[in-house]
């Protein structure tokens, strides 16, 4: 066999480190080499034959080629990609894993280019079938997006599956917390929380930037949000006033803390725990709203109630405590009341969104709820505008 065979084109050769004969072929000006996985000639020659096909495919725009480096990487591949690339920019928490794991799940083991936006259909299919939420559910599909324009920009694929968004219209949350419920909620968080709830149930930070707070972002009058851990990335601040001033004083007499050995530390976070930035607490959440009456444990398969041995009294499943769903207040429901309770308390909306760190004038207004007692008094002085102005004419 001659390696000037078919040159230009492409070429079948043998490698001294294999029995299976190799194939060479280019595509604008790059060469390709890959094993045919063939010993028979006339096999391997086939083999190269679909090759020089597809390249001639993508040559018109017919199909774009898929090289053999392509063939190989996998979703999980992807997926290692889009965590480092998170870490790298800071993005990484844990509900961002906790998204990703379902995803790495169902698609990890597939190679990329076998994932097609039919199979990503079926797995939100399933995934609604089984109860998921359409945010939920966009949340790990939008992962997996992000990770195949990741490769697409670095190089690693040419193409990727269309992903279809849910609408999450009629999803938004109207939750919020009044004061009395709150104060029932903090009386059973550990203690390295209390203070971190108590600071978002007033000013209604997001929890990423109360996380990333460090002693060096506080000065003696005022709390500076750097650009880097602001969602809009803008720098924003907060003056220390009445119970926030109290919380950084506790805060301040929490800052030194001890090991197990007795070595005393001092911490560089504001909120922290064991001198480390506090981390995922879902699950002491949970418990704290559980006793508190605003949040139960049900079955994850129907949302039934449950009983004390952890039978669904709606379909009869069986779980174990930690496979149980919450469901019940939220901790993104101290950004809502914020909101609230500053429009309430005749703040204006423009000064409002400087505290909690809204970017639009949209996105606030969604969050700053309007209860009933507030539509009855509108209605009230809609009423007595309407008698006055009737008056004045007679």
Sequence with gaps: ?????????????????????????????????????????????????????????????????????????????????????????????????????PIREHFGDRHAIEVTSDAVCQYIEQSLEKGYTPATINRRTTLLGQAYRLAQRAKKLSAAPYIQRLSEIGNERQGFFEK????????????????????????????????????????????????????????????????????????????????????????????????HSIGDFRKAWARACCAAGVGKLVCRACEGDIDAARNCLKCGRTWRRE?????????????????????????????AMKITGHRTDSMFRRYAIVDEDQKRDALAKLQHYLAATSKRKK
């Excluded at 084109?9 to 043998?14: K, S």
């Excluded at 460090?214 to 803008?234: F, G, M, P």
């Excluded at 309770?341 to 005749?346: I, P």
């Design 1 to 101: 066999m001659s390696d000037a065979k078919r040159r230009g084109t492409g070429r079948i050769f043998r490698r001294k480190d294999t029995a299976f004969l190799w194939c060479a072929y280019y595509l604008r000006g790059k060469e390709f080499r890959e094993s045919t996985n063939e010993t028979d000639e006339k096999k391997a020659w086939k083999f190269l034959e679909r090759r020089l096909n597809e390249i001639g495919a993508d040559k018109i725009g017919a199909k774009t080629f898929i090289g053999p480096q392509q063939e190989r990487v996998t979703v999980n591949d992807l997926l290692d990609s889009l965590e480092r690339d998170f870490k790298l920019r800071s993005k990484w928490n844990g509900k961002v894993r906790s998204n990703m794991k």
């Design 180 to 275: 009395e419920s709150f104060e029932e909620v903090v009386k059973h968080l550990p203690e390295y929380l209390r203070d971190f709830v108590h600071f978002d149930f007033l000013i209604g930070w997001r929890k990423s930037s109360m996380q990333s707070l460090r002693w060096s972002d506080v000065t003696d009058d005022v709390i500076i949000l750097r650009a880097v851990n602001s969602k809009t990335r803008k720098p924003e601040s907060v003056p220390l006033e009445g119970e926030l001033q109290e919380i950084i004083e506790r805060r301040r007499a929490a800052a030194v803390w001890q090991t197990e050995d007795g070595e005393t530390h001092f911490s560089e976070y504001v909120f922290h725990q064991n001198g």
């Design 323 to 351: 496979e149980l769903k919450y469901i019940g207040a939220l901790f993104h429901d101290f950004r809502r009341t914020a909101a609230r309770n500053l429009v309430r308390g005749g703040v204006s909306p423009n000064v």
